[in-house]
Nanobody, 125 residues
Framework: QLQLVESGGGLVQPGGSLRLSCAAS????????VGWFRQAPGKEREGVAC????????DYRDSVKGRFRISRDNAENTVYLRMNSLRPEDTAVYYC??????????????????WGQGTQVTVSS
């Protein structure tokens, strides 16, 4: 079965850190660019970060620049999202998604081939 599985979410205090993982099974992730998206209750899904197929280029939404870092380990078939200095407004369900080819976009979620089931991140004291 072809799927992406996210892990690493949880409850963290403001200013804390989490590392999310996105593991692929049933297919080779190095054929795909990968994005992280999030959706908070009552809000639209938004792109957070994106990494190209070879990991040589990344993109971030402005509100997470300098705090989040996306990386990948193609040997492990996994993409990571390191989140530092977390804020209450980062609270959301976080999804990873894979798109065939070199590049990806955080501006739109249309066109991604595979999506994970999501992992909840809650930032609260």
């Amino acid at each position: 079965q072809l799927q992406l599985v996210e892990s690493g979410g949880g409850l963290v205090q403001p200013g804390g850190s989490l590392r999310l993982s996105c593991a692929a099974s049933g297919f080779t992730l190095d054929q795909y660019a990968v994005g992280w998206f999030r959706q908070a209750p009552g809000k639209e899904r938004e792109g957070v970060a994106c990494i190209t197929r070879w990991g040589d280029n990344t993109d971030y939404r402005d509100s997470v620049k300098g705090r989040f870092r996306i990386s990948r380990d193609n040997a492990e078939n996994t993409v990571y999202l390191r989140m530092n200095s977390l804020r209450p407004e980062d609270t959301a369900v976080y999804y990873c998604a894979a798109v065939s080819g070199y590049s990806c976009s955080i501006l739109r979620s249309i066109g991604y081939n595979y999506w994970g089931q999501g992992t909840q991140v809650t930032v609260s004291s």
